[in-house]
């Protein structure tokens, strides 16, 4: 190979070097999209859960109240129901 042969051989390895980093700078750039897409619907789905995370919170605070009213509920029946055994006993041992 003479002085010219090299310096097209070198030229055209240039070219293909040029070519090559072309192509790849355009897939980091479809990477970078496709990188930032993700993250953005991962934003999403992580304020999804924070959402959530809310609501369940306010379900267990709506939980415990209705435990409680319920516990009230039942200890004014069970007094109730006490209360008019008592009576109806009283009743009934007073009648003899």
């Known amino acids: ?29 479809e990477v970078k999209a496709c990188i930032n897409s993700i993250k953005k619907q991962q934003d999403r789905h992580e304020q999804k859960l924070k959402e959530h995370d809310k609501d369940i919170e306010k379900l267990r605070d709506v939980q415990t109240r209705h435990s409680t009213y319920f516990k009230l509920i039942g200890a004014a029946i069970s007094f109730v129901t006490t209360l008019f055994a008592s009576l109806s006993f009283l009743r009934e041992y007073l009648t003899r």
């Open 1 to 29: 190979m003479d002085g010219r042969e090299w310096q097209e051989f070198i030229q055209e390895t240039l070219l293909d070097i040029q070519k090559t980093n072309q192509e790849q700078m355009k897939m980091l750039g």
